[in-house]
């Protein structure tokens, strides 16, 4: 037997195992966009530097992999780069042009496990285009200067001290679902960003 195909099978089992054991222990719809700080609440679905597709069942309250053609799904390229989850207290309702689900975001920072909420400053939206649909990215930063990898303070930081790690963030998004599959748009900066979560609040 490929001992590629069992070791890849061997890590999906345990992160099955995994999953079933994150049980509803908080009630992260209750949690509100904005922390007492002033920061944005960040719900970590997929850690930093893993691969599966990892999304929060609000019905269940359980996170649970994604499933693709009846099979786990696990992303076919590079490791995420960055914490991927969404902010609670949002949706981006279809009528309004959303997809249904809570605003998407990625934290640049150290590796979070599933479930870990964490409150974080937004550094820019990468804006993109999946299947004639918009598909935009909140990215942002850990509001803890001590989990800061890339210290910055907005998306001119970002753009400008930083530009090595904004263009790796680019082509990752561009490319994890395959060549030609997500097109760019462009970016915005951190007030773009503060106006994409107020306007998917529900309160």
Known sequence: MN??????????LFSLIFLLQCQKEVDYLSIPPISEAGNINVV??????TNNKIEYN???????????????????????????GFVPGTLMSRDRGGDG???DIMVLGP??????????KPIGVLLLEDGGEADHKVIAVPADPNLQTIPVENFLDFLIEHDAAKKMVEDWFLNYKG????????????QYAEKEINKWRLN
């Open 44 to 49: 970590v679905e997929i850690p930093a530097g």
């Open 58 to 84: 609000k019905e269940s309250g359980l996170f649970e992999q994604d499933q693709e053609n009846g099979e786990p799904r696990v992303i076919s390229f590079l490791p995420y780069p960055g914490n991927y």
């Open 179 to 190: 060549w030609g599959k997500m097109k760019l748009i462009g970016w915005e900066d951190e």
């Open 3 to 12: 001992k590629l195909f069992v070791v890849v099978n061997v890590t999906i």
């Open 101 to 103: 689900d809570a605003l």
């Open 111 to 120: 590796h979070q496990e599933t479930g870990t909420v964490i409150e974080v």
